[in-house]
């Protein structure tokens, strides 16, 4: 069983809401969703602190957008210090740290007052982060992608874009900040051609003077230049090219992206493409002749392929990485390889491949430099290692060994309708997408009645199942779910599951597992219960590959394929669970039917099942500019099935439809997309005193989503609220449920953590 832990709502960004309109209407947010507060994807090199090592990851923490972290290299104890929100605080960043004076200090590609990427302090006592300086964009220079350096109290960097140069986004700036006020100067702006642009590495400083690379321009040949290694006089302000790259197998490199470094004058860098085998170049500069030689070529496969970052020296030997490169099974477009470590001796330009990455646990493409201590050589790699988000690795530089210090969890949110919530005796249980100890999906409890947040499962690994789209079905003392993804099945990934769940205890149990063939994939609906066997949908796989209904034995996992949709007509993609009138089955379909829809696939359907014989009909076609895509289940009132459509309409925005499911006909309630009325209604309806509620994942006031109400003998609509996106959440996509006459419900996005919450509203 999971760690269970208790969640403090109040952290959580609980808040109290009230709007405006015909009577008071109580909105509530109960819990904001998390996924782990790890990292994901570092693609920056460490640097040593007193000996602790801080790097940054580009996407992962709690809102997703990045962190700051600690790694521990003797025990390789891994601590969150900074988790970027996205907002004005920064997003995404891609740099290397620079320590000065106990405080760091680094620069984000993303967020920011402007979203042109910010620089910005952590203070190590307290790992409180301050936005020195946030771009705009223009003359001002946008996306730093590079670390800073600091020269005499006054920190140096470059913006990829930005400028004033006639390049489409600015061709780069060079730029000064002042760290105790926070003050920015543009020293340099590149104008593209001869003068190089996009400058992506580092500077560095050789006696005063700045050096650096443009990862294009300059004057060599090719289309935009091969790049170029560029000087910068701080004093006067003159900036010089000393070097332009010519493109192509017989020139000496393309694509300068990883820093220099000085060994005794002499400068060394890598190029990610160019060299005599096209494979990237590890080359040296002699600032007093201006001479460029090329230390080696690589040629790819064992040999390695792309360095993207810079060197570090030790002794006569400079230590790099490839991205691309080596035995292991990975590939990016047509170059194969998990990524290397290598070594060249600086004066004969011999290399030799220390480590070659497998693509596993071990890690995979490693885009950062390395730092070194003794004969080890730390770095991290973006992807690979226990959970695919990347890790944090040592080689020793003697013999090769590598060691895996720490793999990050990342936190990755996949799917639209990543979480529902149900009610079971007063008590909901969320399934949420994101989450967990692994980021791949948790079960978390909610006590309505005093806001208490308990998780009771997190799935660990892919093969339990990943990514818990529906809610969970209540039957006996038991709860019952799938997984979207996941499972022992030969789909990338997995091809679902069902599962089981003891809310007393939080014990999980793998029903089924979807293997890709006949029996179906991705189940991404609700089960429903009749009599003791569960009926659900998969929105691919079958005997024609457009997906089934199916049947499990809870008690023993048989699953049973009951139908096959063909596609065409006859219906295709059923996302949506199905529900139970009577002695039949009802249920839609995303597409298939007969309207012109998503390259003549149809627009979707409703349809019946008779569960005894599995039979199926089709009740309606939704031909497209009357309603399409309808992707949730279907609601019965009185006889009648109720549901929506995400498209179509009027104004293409989504319906409210009725089915008579005697005769198939078909009436639009409501069209979406007036004004602030809502837009996209993704999820299923529910029937509260004769009147329908549901949501929209866009529109309204803000245009983060709605919940609605209908009159289903009118049609009359009424926004019962308008999601602000912010600590409320936006983008609910998944059904509402009743507890007495409050509703409860989810949103994808949003609330503290930016991963969605779930939320009361009493209309």
Known sequence: MACIFRYVVGACGAALLSIASAHATTFTTLYSIKASGDGASPQAALINVGGTYFGTTTSGGTPGFGTVFSINP??????????????????????????????????????????????????????????????????????????????????????????????????????????????????????????????????????????????????????????????????????????????????????????????????????????????????????????????????????????????????????????????????????????????????????????????????????????????????????????????????????????????????????????????????????????????????????????????????????????????????????????????????SGGCGTVFSINPATGAETLLYSFAGGHDGILPAAALLNVGGTLYGTTSGGGKHSNGTVYTIDPATGAETVVYSFAGGVDGAGPTAELINVGAMLYGTTDYGGTGKCDHRKGCGTVFSINPATGAETVLYRFPGHGGKNPAAALTNVGGTLYGTASEGGGLHRGIVFSINPATGAEKTLHKFGAGTDGADPQAALINVGGTLYGTTSEGGTSGQGTVFSINPTTGAEHVVYSFTGGSDGGAPAAALVSVGSTLYGTTNSGGAARRGTVFSLAP
């Open 74 to 491: 003797a025990t390789g104890a891994e601590t969150v210090l900074y988790n970027f929100e996205g907002g004005n605080d920064g997003a995404a960043p891609y740099a290397a740290l620079l320590s000065v004076g106990g405080t760091l200090y680094g620069t984000t590609t993303g967020g920011g007052t402007h979203n042109h990427g910010t620089v910005f302090s952590i203070n190590l006592a307290t790992g409180a982060e301050t936005v020195l300086y946030s771009f705009a964009g223009g003359s001002d220079g946008a996306f730093p992608q590079a670390a800073l350096i600091n020269v005499g109290g006054t920190l140096y960097g470059t913006t990829y874009q930005g400028g004033a140069g006639g390049g489409s986004g600015g061709d780069g700036t060079l730029f000064s900040i002042n760290p105790a006020t926070g003050a920015e100067t543009v020293v340099h702006t590149f104008v593209g051609g001869s003068d190089g642009s996009l400058p992506d590495a580092a500077l560095i400083n050789v006696g005063g003077i700045l050096y650096g690379t443009t990862g294009t321009g300059g004057t060599g040949n090719g289309v935009g230049g091969g790049g170029t290694l560029f000087s910068f006089n701080p004093a006067t302000g003159a900036e010089t090219v000393l070097h332009s790259f010519a493109v192509g197998t017989d020139g000496d490199g393309q694509y300068p992206t990883g820093a220099l470094i000085n060994v005794g004058g002499t400068l060394y860098g890598t190029t990610v493409n160019g060299g005599s085998a096209f494979g990237g170049t590890v080359f040296s500069f002699t600032p007093a002749t201006g001479t460029e030689t090329v230390l080696h070529s690589f040629v790819g496969g064992s040999d390695g392929a792309s360095p993207e970052a810079g060197l570090i020296n030790v002794g006569d030997t400079v230590y790099g990485t490839t991205t691309y490169g080596g035995p292991g099974n990975c590939s990016f477009q047509q170059i194969n390889g998990c990524g290397t470590v290598f070594a060249v001796n600086a004066v004969s330009g011999a290399e030799t491949v220390l480590y070659s990455f497998a693509g596993g646990n071990d890690g995979a493409n490693p885009q950062a430099g390395l730092i070194s201590a003794g004969n080890t050589l730390y770095g991290t790699t973006s992807g690979g290692g226990t959970h695919g988000q990347g890790m944090v690795f040592s080689v020793n530089s003697a013999t090769g060994a590598e060691t895996v210090l720490y793999s990050f969890t990342g936190a990755i949110s996949v799917f639209n309708r990543g979480n529902a919530v149900q009610n079971v005796n007063g008590t909901l249980f969320l399934s949420a997408s994101v989450g967990g100890s692994a980021n791949i999906g948790d079960i978390v409890e909610i006590d309505p009645s005093n806001d208490a947040a308990m998780e009771i499962y997190a799935f660990t690994n892919e093969t339990e199942g990943a990514y818990p789209v529906a809610a969970l079905i209540n039957a006996g003392s038991t709860l019952y779910g799938t997984t979207e993804s996941g499972g022992n099945g030969s789909c």
